[in-house]
T-cell receptor, first 112, second 113 residues
Framework: GENVEQHPSTLSVQEGDSAVIKCTYS??????FPWYKQELGKGPQLIIDIRSNVGEKKDQRIAVTLNKTAKHFSLHITETQPEDSAVYFCAASPGGSYIPTFGRGTSLIVHP | EAQVTQNPRYLITVTGKKLTVTCSQN?????MSWYRQDPGLGLRQIYYSMNVEVTDKGDVPEGYKVSRKEKRNFPLILESPSPNQTSLYFCASSSRKGNEKLFFGSGTQLSVL
């Protein structure tokens, strides 16, 4: 089955800095890569996703890049703000399976 | 408002006392799933359901049961809870007709003493 590794487990940055979270996956059949943000006391929420026919996708301050050859994808957050502090999960799934495999999560702390 | 509703939010119980965590979604989603979240282990899938009367084991199904008698409901049953089932549980749903975005409930924090 799919195995998703996520690094780092904890990331501490100053407000205004950029943050990068990296994930690798093992199953070459995976072609859907979502990122979820979990705020304290809440369930995860989808913030951005990318499919394997696209190399990069941006939505305001967040972007995701995908390297299918190397089987890795990354989340980039620019101009971080305290409200970006949360746990972020990457995931990978074969398209149409609806059964994503999640990474272990990254706790992002943005210091004011 | 589109949502996944889990109850209860918090539950403290004792070993061996059967319990049910309810999950309901109002988005007519076909796919529903249960996850447990433990520190350092991320989200691990317990069971999932592709549609009514169709359920399958996820990565950590031991000690759990589920049923999908109606499209909107997907209860998680612990017949004889043990302390190693102390965890934060999430229900999620997704439509099979659109993208694969998962909608999560707010979570149930379970403590088994």
């Amino acid at each position: 089955g799919e195995n998703v590794e996520q690094h780092p487990s904890t990331l501490s940055v100053q407000e205004g800095d950029s943050a990068v979270i990296k994930c690798t996956y093992s199953d070459s059949a995976s072609n859907y890569f979502p990122w979820y943000k979990q705020e304290l006391g809440k369930g995860p929420q989808l913030i951005i996703d990318i499919r394997s026919n696209v190399g990069e996708k941006k939505d305001q301050r967040i972007a995701v890049t995908l390297n299918k050859t190397a089987k890795h994808f990354s989340l980039h957050i620019t101009e971080t703000q305290p409200e970006d502090s949360a746990v972020y999960f990457c995931a990978a799934s074969p398209g149409g399976s609806y059964i994503p495999t999640f990474g272990r999560g990254t706790s992002l702390i943005v210091h004011p | 408002e589109a949502q996944v509703t889990q109850n209860p939010r918090y539950l403290i119980t004792v070993t061996g006392k059967k319990l049910t965590v309810t999950c309901s979604q109002n988005m007519n989603h076909e796919y529903m799933s249960w996850y447990r979240q433990d520190p350092g282990l991320g989200l691990r899938q317990i069971y999932y359901s592709m549609n009514v009367e169709v359920t399958d084991k996820g990565d950590v199904p031991e000690g759990y049961k589920v049923s999908r008698k109606e499209k909107r409901n997907f209860p998680l049953i612990l017949e004889s809870p043990s302390p190693n089932q102390t965890s934060l549980y999430f229900c999620a749903s997704s439509s099979r007709k659109g993208n694969e975005k998962l909608f999560f409930g707010s979570g149930t924090q379970l403590s088994v003493l």
